[in-house]
């Protein structure tokens, strides 16, 4: 009876447990997109880094953390030494997670997206949209549902020069069916990443005009 009731109380705590590990980390996904500076977006990086050293065993907290850094320099007037200093703090996380979650389409669509922010003037370009386009090609290895697959390599394109096989009427293809996956394919985990659509659709509209 003793050895029933402790089994049960272990069941119970690691049920609550993990309830309040899903209910944190929604409250902060829910932040993530309403935030619009930069420092916001740093200690919002560093909450999701405290529930990763916490909860070793899950790989959603280390990504978010790395995608609240590279988030962070999309606002304020960050120059380029400073949007690199972020972006390397996102990559030490997409290390770590390379490491352990290698088989996850997501990491590698987060390591594309990396990459293509770190292209702050044209010396940066074939370099990075090279390892860039690398990425997205694991991303769909791995799962070739996930919409943001179609997006990168449609926002490669896009801004890759006409001359170089790029521009806007070779990226719209992509950009439609990433447009056309957010839409159908919607995560059943609220944990689950969803970025991209809103920048898929303004790229859709700049092709379309």
């Not at 529930?51 to 007037?77: H, M, V």
């Not at 997501?106 to 990425?135: F, N, P, W």
């Not at 801004?159 to 990433?178: M, Q, V």
Request: include cysteine; charge should be negative; charged fraction near 25%.
């Amino acid at each position: 009876m003793k050895t029933i009731i402790t089994i049960l109380l272990v069941v119970l705590s690691t049920t609550a447990f993990s309830s309040k590990y899903e209910e944190t980390m929604k409250t902060n996904i829910d932040k993530l997109y309403q935030l619009h500076t930069s420092a916001e977006l740093q200690v919002l990086a560093n909450q999701f880094e405290r529930i990763g050293n916490a909860e070793q065993d899950k790989w959603l907290p280390n990504y978010y953390a790395a995608y609240c850094f590279i988030r962070s320099t999309f606002f304020d007037e960050m120059d380029d030494d400073a949007k690199h200093a972020q972006l390397d703090k996102a990559q030490a996380l997409v290390d770590q997670l390379m490491k352990t979650n290698d088989d996850e389409s997501e990491v590698y669509a987060l390591q594309a997206l990396l990459y293509q922010i770190r292209i702050t003037d044209m010396s940066k370009g074939a370099k990075y949209s090279m390892k860039a386009s690398d990425a997205i090609k694991q991303a769909e290895r791995l799962n070739p549902e996930n919409p943001r697959v179609y997006y990168l390599r449609g926002s490669n394109t896009f801004h890759t020069p006409k001359f170089f096989g790029g521009g806007a009427e070779k990226a719209k293809p992509d950009l439609e069916k990433a447009a056309k996956m957010f839409e159908s394919n919607q995560p059943t985990n609220p944990l689950m990443p969803t970025w991209g659509n809103v920048h898929n659709e303004q790229l859709l509209s700049q092709c379309e005009q």
